[in-house]
């Protein structure tokens, strides 16, 4: 069982980069997917959640930003990054969720999942 994130890269700021979280013998159909970033020495943190019905949350760093999408019938989430900044710099990770909440403009949830390796984003000039 492995989630495997994608896409990442490096990319100048104001640029744009689309991560995509695939999965083996994991379905996400009928599970709500986060995805979620984590830079050295800081906890990771959730910055888009899609559940189950296709709503979407959002932290507010990356609100209206990024957007989460997701393709039941291929068994995959994807995360569109415009307008990227150079506070997005993370290791990105993707995984099914149990509990969300957005309070105050910060997204939480619990993965339910083990976590994958992560996918590097860099956005730098």
């Known amino acids: 069982v492995q989630l495997q994130a994608s896409g990442g890269g490096l990319v100048q700021p104001g640029g744009s980069l689309k991560l995509s979280c695939t999965a083996s013998?994991?379905?996400?159909?009928?599970?709500?997917v986060g995805w979620f970033r984590q830079t050295p020495g800081n906890q990771r943190e959730a910055v888009a959640i899609i559940d189950s019905s296709g709503i979407t949350k959002y932290s507010d760093s990356v609100k209206g930003r990024f957007t989460i999408s997701r393709d039941n019938a291929k068994n995959t989430v994807d995360l569109q990054m415009n307008s990227l900044k150079p506070e997005d710099t993370a290791v990105y990770y993707c995984?099914?969720?149990?509990?969300?909440?957005?309070?105050?403009?910060?997204?939480?949830?619990?993965?339910?999942?083990?976590w994958g390796q992560g996918t590097e984003v860099t956005v730098s000039s």
């Open positions: 995984n099914r969720i149990t509990l969300w909440r957005l309070s105050a403009g910060r997204l939480s949830a619990d993965g339910y999942d083990n």
């Open positions: 013998r994991i379905i996400f159909s009928g599970y709500g």
